[in-house]
């Protein structure tokens, strides 16, 4: 393991998720099934005598990819606000925050989450709010962008907006 990913590692056990990780979870039992699945046909390959360098590659990158896929997300610290989305992270401590609110639906059909940081720079979050049901894990899955998105029916979504409402307040000593 290399020194950065390292410290990378022990850095975020420090953060959590403040959501429910249903989608989360569906995510990281993709990633697993993948996993297992892709492992496995290289391992019967490679007993087989086959010697397909490609494919073995091919495997390993999609597993990273859909493992970066799993951490797309908004975590939390004591410290800052960490938001995850598929090829870049933004850490913005939080006396740089200025607002947390809500965008109005737009192409997708769903709100996100979005912080405004000192600068007027504005921060969109990988979280939507989506329609409340039991199918959610499979509506999560089959929705445009789901490897990129966290969707949350619309009890916890604000639930988790006033969370990390009271988190910010918290952090920088101010009142709601």
Same mark, same amino acid.
């Given at each position: +393991?290399?020194? *950065? %990913?390292?410290?990378?590692?022990?850095? +975020?056990?420090? #953060?959590?998720?403040?959501?429910?990780?249903?989608?989360?979870? %569906?995510? *990281?039992?993709?990633?697993?099934?993948?996993?297992?699945?892709?492992?496995?046909?290289?391992?019967?390959?490679?007993? *087989?005598?086959?010697?397909?360098?490609?494919?073995?590659?091919?495997?390993?990158?999609?597993?990273?990819?859909?493992?970066?896929? %799993?951490?797309?997300?908004?975590?939390?610290?004591?410290?800052?606000?960490?938001?995850?989305?598929?090829?870049?992270?933004?850490?913005?401590?939080? *006396?740089?925050? +200025?607002?947390?609110?809500?965008?109005?639906?737009?192409?997708?059909?769903?709100?996100?989450?979005?912080? +405004?940081?000192?600068? #007027?720079?504005?921060?969109?979050?990988?979280?939507? @709010?989506?329609?409340?049901?039991? #199918?959610?894990?499979?509506?999560?899955?089959?929705? @445009?962008?789901?490897?990129?998105?966290?969707?949350?029916?619309?009890?916890?979504?604000?639930?988790?907006?006033?969370?990390?409402?009271?988190? #910010?307040?918290? %952090?920088?000593?101010?009142?709601?």
């Amino acid at each position: +393991m290399r020194a *950065a %990913a390292l410290v990378h590692h022990v850095l +975020m056990r420090r #953060w959590r998720r403040p959501y429910d990780m249903e989608a989360g979870l %569906a995510s *990281a039992v993709q990633v697993l099934v993948f996993t297992g699945v892709g492992t496995l046909f290289c391992l019967i390959d490679l007993l *087989a005598g086959a010697h397909r360098f490609g494919v073995y590659v091919l495997v390993w990158v999609l597993t990273a990819l859909a493992a970066r896929a %799993a951490l797309v997300g908004v975590y939390v610290s004591p410290a800052a606000i960490r938001i995850r989305l598929f090829w870049t992270t933004h850490t913005v401590p939080w *006396a740089e925050v +200025m607002s947390i609110d809500t965008t109005p639906r737009g192409y997708s059909g769903h709100e996100t989450i979005r912080l +405004m940081r000192r600068g #007027w720079v504005i921060i969109v979050t990988p979280i939507r @709010r989506g329609p409340p049901g039991i #199918w959610r894990p499979i509506m999560h899955a089959t929705q @445009r962008g789901s490897l990129t998105t966290r969707v949350l029916p619309p009890r916890e979504f604000e639930q988790l907006v006033n969370a990390l409402t009271t988190t #910010w307040h918290d %952090a920088v000593g101010a009142e709601p």
